[in-house]
């Protein structure tokens, strides 16, 4: 027979918390080259400043965040939600909106990689 061993709430969340962080950041990864792949070209900055920063736990036990910035945040601004002289070309709302169903299941595998 087999046996059973509890190792405790606190391992079992710590576990929890690491597959959703890995989750995350594997997310943002990818939501990068996906808006990277959509963006608009000129010169190329906007493109090549797309990236991650932080993959971190969040505001507590259960959250997680990273962050896809551009390196021309103005620029990205203006390029997404256009000016009064220029229609708006999103690339990264684009992006986010396809990637939201791989984020789901990244985050199922994970979980149930840790599990």
Do not use: C, N, W
Not at 32 to 61: C, F, M, N, W, Y
């Amino acid at each position: 027979m087999g046996t059973f061993r509890f190792i405790g709430q606190a391992a079992l969340t710590a576990r929890a918390q690491a597959a959703l962080e890995a989750a995350v950041t594997e997310s943002a990864h990818d939501l990068v080259e996906k808006a990277r792949g959509q963006s608009p070209v000129d010169s190329g900055a906007l493109r090549a400043g797309i990236h991650v920063t932080g993959g971190q736990a969040g505001g507590g036990a259960g959250s997680a965040k990273a962050y896809v910035t551009t390196g021309t945040p103005e620029y990205a601004r203006y390029v997404e939600e256009g000016t009064k002289k220029m229609a708006g070309r999103p690339f990264m709302l684009h992006a986010l909106l396809e990637e939201a169903p791989a984020f789901a299941a990244a985050v199922r595998r994970a979980v149930k990689a840790a599990f």
